[in-house]
Each structure stands twice: as structure tokens, then as C-alpha cells.
């Protein structure tokens, strides 16, 4: 018995938190709009203000090459979406490393995770952003996106995303 505590803790640890709650599925998905006000932002880069982006993703299946996708509103100037359905990427190497456990100060998070996209079109076509979605105890989900180092001027995009759940 005493063999066998340490498998069972394991066992109820991972049930307390039922991720499944998250799953989007065909009617519904997460959207929120890039935090940041009107004109120049230290949040807010590459993203127009407004900007407004959905998640559609399957938490219980992180490490499945492509549990998700990302679509982002097109922009009012130039009428691109800095993604269009773009897949989430899993990066398989997080998976043996603790990077893959990182989290944010403050609590508030069921759990995080780290993904890559790659668009095929708009200002990031071509290009690598890394993309952190964050579970949050309230239901919503928090998306940070980031590609490059944040110079504007660059093509560089950062933007945080507050979504909730809405219906189709």
C-alpha cells in the first residue's frame, strides 16, 4: 500500500483541475480584444488598437502538433489579419524540460502553455511568434503573442489578450 500512495496523490493532483471545461468546440470558441489604449502602448505592438483575436483550442490534447488555432480581426488600415486560423504548434523538446511547467506570480492560473505559430499570411507571414495561453481560474484565458524583440518599426508584434468564451 504504502507503494502505491505516492501514484495515487499523483492520480487525485491531476483530477482536481478538469481542463476539459476549457475545450472549445464547434459552437463555441475564446475572443478578446489586445489590452492597450488608443495610440502608443508599452503593452501594444504590431497590433492595431481593437485588434481583436480568437482562440479556438483543446487543452486535454496540449502536446497533439496542433491543439488549436488563433484568428485575429483584420486591421482597419490595411485590412490583413495578422493570423487567419493559424495552427497552434506544439514544441515537442517542452515536453522534458521545466519550461514547460513555467508560471506567472500572483496565482490566478489553472495553467500555461507555450506554442509556436507560424502565418502564412499578413505582417507575419513566414515568421516564428511564440504564443503563451494561460487557463485562468475564472474560465477566461489570457494569450500573450510575441514576434521579435518589440520594435515597432521591425514588423515586431507583442500583444496581450483578455478572452472569454462567446458562441458562434
Request: net charge negative.
Amino acid at each position: 500500500m504504502r507503494a502505491l500512495a505516492p501514484l495515487l496523490s499523483l492520480v487525485a493532483l491531476c483530477a482536481c483541475d478538469d481542463l476539459s471545461r476549457f475545450r472549445t468546440d464547434g459552437e463555441s470558441l475564446y475572443r478578446g480584444d489586445v489590452v492597450g489604449d488608443e495610440g502608443e502602448s508599452f503593452l501594444r505592438r504590431g497590433f492595431a488598437p481593437g485588434t481583436s483575436l480568437d482562440l479556438e483550442f483543446d487543452p486535454t490534447t496540449p502536446d497533439v502538433p496542433q491543439p488549436g488555432t488563433l484568428t485575429s480581426s483584420p486591421d482597419p488600415t490595411s485590412g490583413e489579419r495578422v493570423f487567419d486560423a493559424t495552427p497552434l504548434r506544439s514544441i515537442a523538446p517542452l515536453q522534458h524540460d521545466l519550461l514547460s511547467e513555467y508560471d506567472f506570480p500572483g496565482g490566478g492560473r489553472v495553467r500555461n502553455y507555450l506554442y509556436v505559430v507560424r502565418p502564412e499570411s499578413g505582417p507575419l507571414a513566414g515568421r516564428d511568434a511564440m504564443v503563451f495561453v494561460s487557463l485562468l481560474d475564472d474560465g477566461g484565458v489570457e494569450v500573450r503573442v510575441i514576434a521579435g524583440a518589440g520594435d515597432e518599426a521591425s514588423g515586431d508584434h507583442f500583444g496581450l489578450f483578455r478572452m472569454t468564451r462567446v458562441d458562434r
